[in-house]
């Protein structure tokens, strides 16, 4: 059961990568929590270079997207809305089709007392449109200065909401390979 993390946030303190690293934490064998390091070394999405010279880390990222189970898709609100580096990414996805089918657990981790629920309507719109299951569990964490301390999650809530939601998202991945006729 392969999971691929994705992280909306470039920041080195980032909340939001610090959800991700407490979910790895949190993940025990068979399941795999896998992170893809840093959506900020793809290229800003062009259609002619997607047409003509395919960046090799577009193709690394669609390869670990198809590869994948499912997507834990981390992500602060910047102006009301997913940041541009997670944008863009999905752009560069949408031309491979991989994202098809695959269940997405969407959290946010703001600062605010919202906790980035337009982020996470805005991804699960796109994300949608793109043939993506977005599972209908996902975690807002708002007043997130109260809630992490050296890059990981500390509020007990919050860890136990991030423990149910990786197993709704393994449930729903599970699901998932059963209907493409594979073993889960
Ligand atoms: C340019 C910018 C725009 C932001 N816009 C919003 C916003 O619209 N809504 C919100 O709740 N928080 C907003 N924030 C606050 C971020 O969500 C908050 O700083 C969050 O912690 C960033 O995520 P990170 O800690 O993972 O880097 C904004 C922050 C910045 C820097």
Not at 118 to 124: K, P
Request: with cysteine; net charge negative; aromatic share 4%.
């Amino acid at each position: 059961m392969k999971i691929l993390g994705l992280c909306g946030s470039l920041r080195s303190g980032s909340f939001n990568a610090s959800v991700l690293r407490t979910a790895v934490s949190l993940t025990i064998a068979p399941r795999e929590l896998v992170v893809w390091p840093d959506l900020g070394r793809l290229p800003f999405f062009n259609a002619d270079v997607e047409q003509t010279e395919m960046p090799g880390i577009v193709a690394e990222l669609r390869s670990a997207v198809g590869a994948c189970d499912g997507m834990l898709i981390v992500s602060p609100e910047y102006a009301h809305g997913t940041s541009g580096v997670l944008k863009n990414a999905l752009e560069w996805m949408v031309g491979g089709g991989e994202i098809a089918a695959k269940p997405v657990a969407l959290v946010s981790a703001s600062t605010a007392i919202t906790g980035g629920d337009n982020a996470r309507a805005w991804l699960s719109q796109t994300l949608t449109v793109m043939g993506a299951q977005v599972i209908p569990q996902d975690l807002r964490i708002p007043q997130a200065t109260r809630k992490f301390a050296d890059g990981r999650v500390t509020d007990e809530p919050t860890v136990a909401a991030l423990r149910d939601l990786l197993d709704d998202l393994a449930d729903a991945a599970a699901k998932a390979r059963e209907n493409n006729g594979t073993l889960a």
